[in-house]
């Protein structure tokens, strides 16, 4: 007896031993949130929603059969070919799902009344916006950790899943509260003002180390059918990125990524970081790949209280990176490494680690973590079980509020360090040698001579980066001067404290080489004046980071299926000037991004949609994430989808006239706009098309458009005071939760109104 209790007895000890270690980093206000949130889950009015799930007793036992496979027990017998069935009633709507087991947790399917169900509903409805979601324990979800950490991250603007709690019932029997959590889908991308694109995620069969692995693409089928090539290119840029990381760094969306790692970082969300745990959303728009966060998990699996991800840089063999060492390469390709570190990346990072860690950004956090109190307090009066990850834990689950503030303090403080304290400088005649020897975050130094600003340079703790300055114009020592605070406070060189540089011997005792940078000025965007001139395309050509001006007639003969390429620029056309495109080709186009545009007028002819491997752009001028005025606009004989299109853009123009557009004259996705007056004539598709947009119209006439002269789709607002539409098969339609206001609407030889 006692051979066969003995191990049974150490694996509880053991246990024990490490739930009581885990409950232990509670803090007495950990005790006091949680009798709060118990005391609010009885007298807020947050009462939480009841779902019905109806389900016959042969797809009961179809899901019985299911759950009984992945845990290795007979199913006598069992054949399915289709998923299980199923109705959901909420309040008194009826939806028809698809339903079959998940997870790959044992705790997803260990006991049948706790099951994880997927579910998909059919008849292209939606339940709280979601057509495709889980059903599963709260533990699943770390209980209200992933949704505070959605919420959060969603409102900096990365994608995120929905959350929803509700109280379930199978066929009349109640099953506990339950988390609502929405999967990756088209829905998922498309409220969050996006594109659909594809998305990918790593095939887990052949591994998770990024460096050996193999990704694979979700909602394959869809893709096979509507964008082959693009899905296609995006699977081999993710694969090939391997081999060839800086390839891949070219199209990786750091603004994004810089923010996304920043708060995995600020919150310990570590579960989160690794690549199996993340999914990487190629948009069509931009060719960039975006993250999707799908895992908040907050544990205490591992020590990460002195660690940050960007400490993959250091050389040193002591990086406390714990379970997610195994991925150092991974993080790599976007850091870089301290012989040549993504500077750009790291900057963003930087600042998003400052804006993560402030005061007010806590003040944010503790609004969105009080508003799951009344949920939490629901959930702890069923004494949930705290999650071991594998198993439930011994001991009950608190919310361990007081961990997250102590992380973001000492985040705040680290950072206070790294900006306040000034490097060791040495020096030796025009070379100058700066050692961080106290910060653990990297410091930020800016050098100066006179009113040239150099580019930053980042010191990770003891590794000296030396610079010589006798190349830079008008710089010596008499001027030279650096900052830590992001150029806000300068200090001259001359008069701190130096120490006399002699050479790289000196700093033997850090390990680490000294690292030679060379000192460049800060790109400043350079003037261009176009000036009655008119411009030859034989290539693809790309305008970035200028400052351009137009005057006079300006005209760009675009040849051999090439693009125009506008980026990062400010554009001024002089009043009575014109910049013109003219194409040859399907696909010869024009792109203005991330730009400010302000012209007297705009007109194209004969322009195809733009080729790009990992973009899908349909209009002949697109203009994408950018402000863009216009007195005039008028484009003709398109040989793209669309004659313009407007993505994430705020647009203002008086005077817009189409014809001859294969498709839609204007199509508007995720946009502000404000038209005076629109003539269209001869339009292939709509007239007007906009998505997720919002503006106005004052005056639309059209005239021979062959399917809707105004569509209003995707959560759209459309106000028009006079629309003038002629021999259309479709007038206007307002679709998707869109909503459409017309003063007055003179309707001729229009089949639906």
Known sequence: FALITAPLSFNLAKRLRTDF????????????????????????????????????????????????????????????????????????????????????????????????????????????????????????????????????????????????????????????????????????????????????????????????????MH????????????????????NQSQENPEKLREILDINKWSKYFAFIDAFNLYHGAVPKSVRFYLNPIYGKFEPIFIDGHYTDAGDFSDFLLIDFLDNSSIIKCQWICSNKAFFKLFFGTNENPNNEFILKYMNSLDYFSSKEYEKNIDKIIDN????????????????????RSLLPHIFKNEQIKIRIAKLRENLNISRSTLPLIYNKEDEFVFSNNISKIPQVLITKCGNNVYDPLILFKQNPIKIDIKKQKDCDIDNLQISLNKGNNFFDVKDL??????????????????????????????KILFKDSVLEINASKSFNNLLINIEGDVKFNINNNSNVHFKNIRLIGNKGSSLTFVGQGEFDSVIFENSDIKIDSLYGNNLGEPRNNLKSL????????????????????????????????????????????????????FSEFNFETVYCFNIGNDC??????????????????????????????????????????????????????????????????
């Open 219 to 238: 909602d394959k089928n869809y893709w096979k059918k509507r964008n082959p090539k693009l899905a296609d290119n995006g699977l081999l840029s993710l």
């Open 618 to 669: 349909y209009g002949g001028i697109n203009i994408l994430n950018s402000d863009f005025k216009a007195n005039s606009i008028e484009i003709n004989d398109s040989l793209s989808e669309d004659g313009i299109n407007f993505v994430d853009s705020i647009v203002d123009a008086k005077i817009m006239r189409f014809s001859n557009i294969r498709s839609d004259a204007i199509d508007s996705d």
């Open 497 to 526: 404290s130096l120490i006399k540089y002699q050479n790289e011997n000196q700093f033997n005792n850090f390990g680490n080489q000294v690292i030679f940078k060379q000192l460049r000025n800060k790109e400043i965007p350079k």
């Open 21 to 216: 270690g885990k409950f232990s980093n509670l803090r007495p206000n950990d005790f006091v949130k949680y009798g709060n949130d118990i005391f609010k889950s009885y007298f807020v009015d947050n009462d939480l929603p009841r779902v019905d799930l109806e389900i016959k007793l042969k797809n009961l036992l179809k899901i019985e059969c299911e759950r009984r496979i992945k845990t290795n027990e007979p199913c006598d017998n069992y054949i399915s070919l289709n998923s299980p069935k199923g109705k959901i009633k909420i309040d008194d709507e009826i939806f028809s799902v698809k339903i079959r087991p998940k997870g790959g947790r044992e705790l997803h399917y260990s006991n049948p009344e706790n099951i994880s169900l997927k579910v998909e509903v059919r008849d292209d409805k939606r339940i709280w916006g979601m057509a495709d979601f889980d059903i599963q324990d709260p533990i699943i979800r770390n209980y209200t950790y992933e949704a505070f950490a959605s919420e959060a991250l969603g409102k900096e603007g990365i994608l995120v899943p929905k959350h929803k709690y509700a109280r379930l019932y199978i066929n009349g029997k109640f099953k506990g509260i339950k988390h609502f959590e929405q999967n990756v889908s088209s829905d998922l991308v498309e409220l969050q003002r996006r594109r659909y694109g594809p998305v990918y995620t790593l095939d887990q069969k052949y591994g998770t180390y990024y460096g050996s692995v193999i990704f694979k």
């Open 688 to 753: 007007l098309d906009i998505s997720f947009s919002s503006g106005s119209v004052n005056n639309l006439n059209s005239t021979k458009v062959l399917d809707k002269a105004i569509s209003a789709g995707e959560k759209s607002n459309l106000k028009i005071l006079e629309a003038n539409i002629k021999s259309s098969e479709i007038g206007i339609v307002a679709k998707d939760s869109s909503f459409v206001s017309l003063k007055e609407v003179l309707l001729d030889k229009v089949k639906i109104p």
């Open 372 to 391: 799951y109190s009344s949920i939490r307090g629901e959930i702890y009066r069923g004494f949930p079980k705290g999650d071991s990850i594998f198993k």
